[in-house]
């Protein structure tokens, strides 16, 4: 029984060593290779392998070969956080400009219109009506006219005010729940959808701080309670904090 149990106990270890060589395979050489992750995340990487290995070794447990695709997964969140960040202030500096500039040039159309647009894709609706209307002071075209009608209608929708019917695109007070040109029956499900559509940024910050926070608390204590008092267990620690600091520091610079 003994034998018996030390062969499938062997096969085990062999299995997860196979698999953890994969992973390092495709995570870290491959990756690297094809630039889909830069230099200085092989360090974080492969101490995160070492890391596996010591478990595999140790614990011979399947726990043991998920630490390193859970750090290349939250490496490339990092990554997006950072480029959505940058994205963003660069916008940011690009429309902090264009305001110091219509300021001192008020009466410029094209600025006030652009600057609306820039407001209108950020769906902030009322800033992007502000200059929109500036705009038809200086110069009412049927263009600026029908930016404005489209802001309007966006503004009242995200308010709440009014609802579009699918079926004949007809605008309905929000207290209708049968469109008053086709008959169209309100579907509250899909009312529901589209407003989660409408604030799906401010839900993705919530969700960051309900799910994945407590997700990462609980890795690390689970890391501690697996490697306490060994090396691995101040690498793990270390790595764990370290992203937990780069994660943060992107988040609020977005």
């Keep these: 029984m003994g034998l018996e149990a030390g062969y499938f106990l062997g096969l085990k270890l062999a299995f997860l060593l196979i698999i953890a060589g994969i992973e ?4 870290i050489f491959d990756k690297y290779i094809e630039g889909e992750i830069h230099i200085f995340h092989l360090p974080i990487l492969i101490g995160t392998f ?4 010591f478990l595999i070794i140790t614990k011979i447990s399947f726990f043991s070969i998920f630490p390193l695709p859970i750090c290349y997964l939250i490496i490339r969140f990092c990554e997006k956080f950072c480029e959505r960040g940058i994205e963003k202030k660069l916008e940011d ?13 008020p009466y410029n159309y094209e600025l ?21 209307r500036n705009a038809e002071k200086i110069n009412p075209t049927p263009e600026i006219n029908h930016k404005i009608k489209i802001a309007e209608r966006e503004e009242k929708i995200e308010k709440g005010e009014i609802w579009i019917c699918p079926e004949c695109s007809v605008e309905n ?18 009312s529901i959808k589209e407003d989660v559509k409408k604030h799906k940024e401010w839900i993705k910050k919530s969700l960051f701080f309900v799910i994945f926070i407590p997700f990462i608390i609980t890795l690390i204590l689970s890391l501690i309670k697996t490697a306490s008092q060994t090396f691995f267990f101040y690498l793990s620690f270390f790595i764990s904090i370290f992203v937990i600091y780069f994660l943060l520091r992107k988040f609020y610079s977005w």
Excluded: P, Q
């Design 93 to 105: 500096e690009k429309l902090k400009r264009l305001i110091n500039i219509v300021k001192g040039d």
């Design 50 to 53: 070492i890391f596996s290995l």
């Design 112 to 132: 006030n219109v652009r600057i609306g647009d820039i407001y209108f894709e950020k769906k902030y609706y009322t800033e992007a009506l502000k200059y929109y």
């Design 24 to 27: 390092a395979y495709f995570l």
């Design 173 to 190: 007070m929000r207290e209708d729940e049968i469109c008053k040109n086709c008959g169209y029956i309100r579907d509250t499900i899909k």
